[in-house]
């Protein structure tokens, strides 16, 4: 799921400056579920823009909406008629909503409410944690399930780095060293061999590194 | 007791702070209230188990927002006490109103008539 968290008021209201009619529209999907940019949010982040419009004397006219996704076609044209009565979009959606929507309304601008994370999990309540760097070219299999890419701050294919203090990294120390879950991990499913390869050097170019990456599906393509 | 509190105060009830969400409080400054004040049950004695912690958590969440919005966050306050236990209601209740006079009023102003706001439990 991706993650995101809300900007903060102040940065808000400078940024819509200068725009009377706006709508705040919400995305129904991962930013939902993250409790950032679900019909709540939109909301509770209309009625602090209407009280701050007030306080910093900007005449703000707030109108509120969610789509289910902000990232697919279907979705986004329910938000046509809305889209269009307004000056200016404030997207509650992943950067990938922001630009979905902006893309097809080449004359409107669309402003990034939030701060999109990273791809992670729920790992208790009101707690997430990053998962995934979605780099193209997953190797999980060979760690037990535990991405050092993602997990292991110096992105480490080789590790341990021996910096980690007990079971904790060297760069945060509120957070787990990875290699030492990936050690457990593969002692509890009986893998540790796996460990004496040494991994080569990564392809970064499914990553960002090959520059902008795209999918395409012929048998789903019409 | 005969104890008395201040009169422009209006009562709303819930079933359990634990039932009053984030949008319920922006609502309210939005429409003009000039301060809200939660009154839960003490901690610990939840009927819902944590009804009032959960509560406390999104009263400290908004006083954020609140701040971030230019509005005062003493304008919203989160007090614990005992059904049976009148006292500190008034206490807290006068101090609220006292805090909120010197605030002044929400600019967002009022949404009905004065007479309307100030309804005498």
């Keep these: ?222 | 007791m005969r104890l008395q509190y201040p009169t422009n105060v209006r009562i709303i009830r819930t079933p359990c702070t634990g039932k009053l969400e984030v949008e319920y409080f922006m609502k309210a400054f939005e429409n003009g209230a000039d301060g809200v004040l939660v009154a839960g049950c003490e901690e610990g004695s939840c009927h819902f188990i944590e009804g009032n912690l959960v509560a406390k958590r999104r009263v400290n969440y908004t006083r954020e927002i609140l701040s971030e919005s230019g509005l005062d966050k003493e304008r919203l306050r989160m007090i614990n006490m005992g059904a049976a236990d009148p006292r500190p209601f008034v206490d807290k209740i006068t101090d609220m109103v006292e805090t909120v006079r010197k605030l002044g009023p929400n600019p967002m102003g009022r949404a009905g008539s004065k007479d309307k706001q100030e309804i005498r439990p």
């Design chain 1, 1 to 222: 799921m991706i993650v995101a968290e809300r900007k903060k008021i102040p940065e808000l209201v400078e940024m819509l400056k200068g725009h009377k009619k706006i709508l705040v529209l919400g995305c129904g999907t991962c930013v939902t579920v993250c409790l950032a940019g679900g019909e709540r949010e939109v909301s509770i982040i209309s009625s602090a823009l209407r009280i701050a419009s007030r306080n910093s004397g900007y005449d703000f006219e707030i109108d509120e909406m969610t789509i289910e996704r902000q990232c697919d076609n279907v979705f986004i044209e329910q938000a046509a008629e809305a889209i269009a009565k307004h000056d200016v979009v404030l997207s509650l959606g992943c950067g990938a909503g922001v630009q979905a929507i902006a893309e097809r309304y080449s004359e409107k601008p669309v402003y990034a409410g939030l701060n999109t994370s990273f791809l992670g999990v729920l790992e208790e309540r009101g707690v997430w944690t990053e998962k995934c760097s979605a780099c193209g070219s997953c190797v999980l299999h060979k760690y037990g399930g535990i991405c050092p890419i993602t997990r292991c701050a110096k992105h480490m294919l080789n590790g341990p780095c021996g910096g980690s203090r007990e079971d904790r990294c060297e760069v945060r120390p509120d957070r787990p060293c990875a290699w030492q879950l990936i050690y457990r991990r593969l002692k509890g499913i009986g893998e540790l061999d796996r460990l004496k390869n040494i991994e080569a050097v990564k392809d970064w170019s499914t990553s960002l590194d090959g520059g902008v990456r795209m999918l395409i599906r012929e048998d789903h393509r019409i």
